[in-house]
């Protein structure tokens, strides 16, 4: 999958997919369900697609820590709640959001307010 992306190029293997699109990015599927794009100039967008698996949160932090600091960024479950983390600033995942990384700095497809951030 990384290879792919890394490469600019199509993969598919079981279940998750590479699509490079014209638009100089690449699109990640699992099972079908679009999950991640990652552009050339390094940005890189996540979602669950509604689906919290174990699969689908390790897909989503390979493509973190290749792209990204995985150190400070990244997709967690704690007491059975998924959180994304930047810059060690945590908040809810919401399965109907993008979370777009730009840069080191977290750009939410939503507001979010102080009493969506969460004390680890």
Do not use: P
Not at 89 to 95: A, G, I, M, V
Not at 102 to 112: E, I, Q, R
């Amino acid at each position: 999958m990384l290879f792919a992306i890394n490469n600019k190029g199509n993969w598919r293997s079981s279940n998750t997919e590479v699509v490079r699109s014209f638009n100089s990015h690449s699109d990640v599927y699992l099972h079908g369900n679009h999950i991640a794009t990652v552009k050339d100039n390094g940005d890189v967008s996540i979602s669950n697609a509604g689906w919290r698996t174990v699969t689908t949160k390790s897909r989503l932090n390979a493509i973190i820590n290749e792209f990204l600091d995985g150190t400070k960024n990244g997709v967690y479950q704690k007491n059975h709640c998924w959180y994304v983390i930047d810059h060690g600033r945590h908040y809810d995942f919401d399965s109907s959001a993008w979370y777009s990384f730009k840069s080191n700095a977290l750009d939410v497809t939503y507001s979010v307010t102080n009493s969506e951030l969460v004390a680890v």
